[in-house]
């Protein structure tokens, strides 16, 4: 199968999959806050990311550390299989003590505490179901995920949605988050053993203390870089409440909703691109441009949304009142994701070029950096405060991504037609266009219609085009 086949089916896949994903935790969390309103709502969203910043040391790094090994050496695939799975289930126990001791301590709700505990068994199962999507995506079988991710999320929805529309009890909501999630990862394991039947795990961790070092760099930074943009979520519980946390995540799952266009693009593309540098192919550089200038596009596009239309999108979405005081939060929400988007590209390339302990390094420090500014300024200044150094934290790190592959694009800058989409941007702003069409709808039907008809024909060339819509045998 050619380069371009290749790449647009294991995008769609996994574009099926993060989209099952997606739909089934944003409308989850969409119907709670509208259900039960926002201190309810901050309880349970507020338990969710706990056990999902857990997940990060459960993980660890392993989902990419496996893809991109599997990627480079296809033939190697019994071996490493044999070497990792092994310390990632040591790491998943770990990371379910450290859960539960953390639980215990932590100066929050009992309510919370019990929902955390639900969540606990929710995030062993998760993360050896992303042990399994990790070898999936490292074979370039992203259908294996598509499938599983999306019969469990739309069981999901389903069961969870008719739970929260009778206002059962939220335990009784997160214990079926957690059964559904075991059923998924019952059927990812049958479908693993019928493409890698008799293996024997290595659990010797003496000698397999050479690949920590590996294991050690992908997994820090998985930990840091969630968690310099996850953090303020607890600390906001733990701060500020129940009722402060519940409308910072109002916004926050918009954002992550709004993040799901480059998870969606960087990790379909992951498994190629490492593949094709590692073989010394240039196809990669062209790849990765594409992939700039659709991240820079979109980013630029969603940013402008969320900054120009806050109240309508809260509204329209939670219809209570009471997340309507997120507005401003929404407003430079819209800045946060456009910087994410912009340098996202820039990050992914260090993973490709088997610079991670670079990536990792500036994850650890943005990390400490929001810690330490929302623990003195939250208190004082409230929740607002915390999206500010969201905002700074982000691009503090992007920069240090850029600088760090600068050489190899730097050269993509050079080119004016970057201007272009922004001027489009001032022009959607101005009191011109908005009393040229009074209907917000109405604006935004045609801002992204606009928008994206002008920048696909400007701002691609003609072989990008290509590479986007065309499925040819080569990458000319």
Same mark, same amino acid.
């Given at each position: 199968?050619?380069? /371009?086949?290749?790449?647009?089916?294991?995008?769609?896949?996994?574009?099926?999959?993060?989209?099952?994903?997606?739909?089934?935790?944003?409308?989850?969390?969409?119907?709670?806050? *509208?259900?039960?309103?926002?201190?309810?709502?901050?309880?349970?969203?507020?338990?969710?990311?706990?056990?999902?910043?857990?997940?990060?040391?459960?993980?660890?790094?392993?989902?990419?550390?496996?893809?991109?090994?599997?990627?480079?050496?296809?033939?190697?695939?019994?071996?490493?299989?044999?070497?990792?799975?092994? /310390?990632?289930?040591?790491?998943?126990?770990?990371?379910?003590?450290?859960?539960?001791?953390?639980?215990?301590?932590?100066?929050?709700?009992?309510?919370?505490?019990?929902?955390?505990?639900?969540?606990?068994?929710?995030?062993?199962?998760?993360?050896?179901?992303?042990?399994?999507?990790?070898?999936? *995506?490292?074979?370039?079988?992203?259908?294996?995920?598509?499938?599983?991710?999306?019969?469990?999320?739309?069981?999901?929805?389903?069961?969870?949605?008719?739970?929260?529309?009778?206002?059962?009890?939220?335990?009784?909501?997160?214990?079926?988050?957690?059964?559904?999630?075991?059923?998924?990862?019952?059927?990812?394991?049958?479908?693993?053993?019928?493409? @890698? =039947?008799?293996?024997?795990?290595?659990?010797?961790?003496? *000698?397999?203390?050479?690949?920590?070092?590996?294991?050690?760099?992908?997994?820090?930074?998985?930990?840091?870089?969630?968690?310099?943009?996850?953090?303020?979520?607890?600390?906001?519980?733990?701060?500020?409440?129940?009722?402060?946390?519940?409308?910072?995540?109002?916004?926050?799952?918009?954002?992550?909703?709004?993040? /799901?266009?480059?998870?969606?693009?960087?990790?379909?593309?992951?498994?190629?691109?490492?593949?094709?540098?590692?073989?010394?192919?240039?196809?990669?550089?062209?790849?990765?441009?594409?992939?700039?200038?659709?991240? !820079?596009?979109?980013?630029? @596009?969603?940013?402008?949304?969320?900054?120009?239309?806050?109240?309508?999108?809260?509204?329209?979405?939670?219809?209570?009142?009471?997340?309507?005081?997120?507005?401003?939060?929404?407003?430079?929400?819209?800045?946060?994701?456009?910087?994410? !988007?912009?340098?996202?590209?820039?990050?992914?390339?260090?993973?490709?070029?088997?610079?991670?302990?670079?990536?990792?390094?500036?994850?650890?420090?943005?990390?400490?950096?929001?810690?330490?500014?929302?623990?003195?300024?939250?208190?004082? !200044?409230?929740?607002?405060?915390?999206?500010?150094?969201? /905002?700074?934290?982000?691009?503090?790190?992007?920069?240090?991504?850029?600088?760090?592959?600068?050489?190899?694009?730097?050269?993509?800058?050079? =080119?004016?037609? !970057?201007?272009?989409?922004?001027?489009?941007?001032?022009?959607?702003?101005?009191?011109?266009?908005?009393?040229?069409?009074?209907?917000?709808?109405? *604006?935004i039907i045609v801002s992204v219609f606009i928008f994206v008809t002008l920048t696909?024909?400007?701002?691609?060339?003609?072989?990008?085009?290509?590479?986007?819509?065309?499925?040819?045998?080569?990458?000319?």
């Open positions: 199968m050619s380069e /371009i086949s290749l790449l647009k089916r294991n995008s769609l896949y996994y574009f099926i999959s993060s989209l099952a994903r997606l739909v089934a935790n944003s409308l989850i969390f969409i119907i709670i806050a *509208r259900i039960f309103g926002a201190e309810e709502f901050g309880l349970f969203s507020t338990a969710h990311t706990l056990s999902t910043l857990f997940l990060l040391l459960a993980d660890f790094g392993f989902d990419i550390l496996i893809t991109t090994e599997i990627a480079r050496y296809r033939n190697d695939i019994r071996k490493i299989v044999s070497k990792y799975f092994p /310390i990632k289930f040591v790491f998943t126990l770990a990371a379910a003590i450290l859960l539960a001791i953390t639980n215990l301590l932590l100066p929050i709700p009992e309510s919370s505490k019990t929902l955390v505990f639900i969540f606990l068994f929710n995030m062993v199962f998760t993360s050896l179901l992303n042990l399994l999507f990790a070898f999936f *995506r490292g074979i370039e079988k992203f259908k294996y995920e598509a499938i599983v991710s999306s019969i469990s999320n739309f069981g999901l929805l389903t069961v969870i949605g008719g739970l929260a529309y009778f206002q059962q009890d939220l335990v009784i909501l997160a214990v079926s988050m957690v059964a559904i999630r075991l059923f998924s990862l019952i059927v990812a394991y049958t479908i693993f053993k019928k493409n @890698l =039947d008799k293996i024997v795990l290595n659990f010797n961790f003496v *000698r397999l203390r050479v690949e920590f070092k590996k294991v050690m760099i992908f997994g820090f930074h998985l930990l840091f870089g969630t968690l310099f943009f996850q953090i303020d979520s607890i600390l906001i519980l733990a701060i500020r409440g129940e009722f402060d946390a519940g409308l910072y995540q109002a916004v926050f799952k918009l954002m992550m909703i709004s993040l /799901i266009i480059p998870d969606v693009l960087v990790g379909a593309l992951m498994p190629t691109l490492t593949r094709l540098y590692s073989n010394g192919d240039q196809k990669w550089m062209a790849i990765n441009k594409v992939l700039f200038k659709c991240l !820079y596009l979109t980013g630029l @596009l969603v940013g402008f949304l969320f900054f120009s239309y806050p109240e309508f999108i809260l509204d329209n979405i939670y219809k209570k009142t009471e997340f309507l005081d997120s507005v401003f939060i929404l407003k430079l929400a819209g800045i946060v994701v456009f910087i994410r !988007y912009f340098f996202e590209s820039f990050a992914a390339s260090l993973t490709v070029c088997d610079k991670q302990s670079r990536r990792t390094i500036t994850v650890i420090v943005a990390s400490f950096l929001s810690i330490s500014l929302n623990i003195i300024f939250l208190p004082i !200044y409230g929740i607002t405060v915390s999206i500010v150094i969201s /905002i700074m934290v982000n691009f503090i790190a992007g920069v240090f991504y850029l600088t760090f592959v600068s050489k190899s694009f730097l050269l993509w800058f050079v =080119d004016l037609k !970057y201007v272009f989409p922004l001027l489009l941007i001032v022009f959607f702003s101005t009191p011109f266009f908005n009393e040229l069409i009074n209907s917000e709808i109405t *604006r696909l024909f400007i701002n691609f060339s003609g072989k990008e085009r290509q590479l986007l819509f065309a499925i040819k045998d080569n990458i000319a």
